[in-house]
Nanobody, 115 residues
Framework: QVQLVESGGGLVQAGGSLRLSCAASGMRIGISAMAWYRQAPGNQRDLVARITSGGSTNYADSVKGRFTISRDNAKNTVYLQMNSLKPEDTDVYCC?????????WGQGTQVTVSS
């Protein structure tokens, strides 16, 4: 069974950095696209960053130049390095993959950026 477990969230001041991790089991991240989304309460989930099985990446305009998605296939873990954080980056961050016929989501990790 596929499971995604996020970690690394927390409270940080504006301008600070955090690195989120998404540890996967039951699937191999190296042959699957992986993505980070974020969601504020009552809002839809928005794509933050995505990495394909071939290593291509794309980012939301709001995070380009500040966030970097990467993966460690040996650890079966995807990362989101977040620099120059802003209060508007405050959200629950979730990772997502598609494996077989369905999508899988992690439980999310809270990121709070204080001004």
């Amino acid at each position: 069974q596929v499971q995604l477990v996020e970690s690394g969230g927390g409270l940080v001041q504006a301008g600070g950095s955090l690195r989120l991790s998404c540890a996967a089991s039951g699937m191999r991240i190296g042959i699957s696209a992986m993505a980070w989304y974020r969601q504020a309460p009552g809002n839809q989930r928005d794509l933050v960053a995505r990495i394909t099985s071939g290593g291509s990446t794309n980012y939301a305009d709001s995070v380009k130049g500040r966030f970097t998605i990467s993966r460690d296939n040996a650890k079966n873990t995807v990362y989101l390095q977040m620099n120059s954080l802003k209060p508007e980056d405050t959200d629950v961050y979730c990772c997502k993959t598609t494996w077989g016929p369905r999508d899988y989501w992690g439980q999310g990790t809270q990121v709070t950026v204080s001004s």
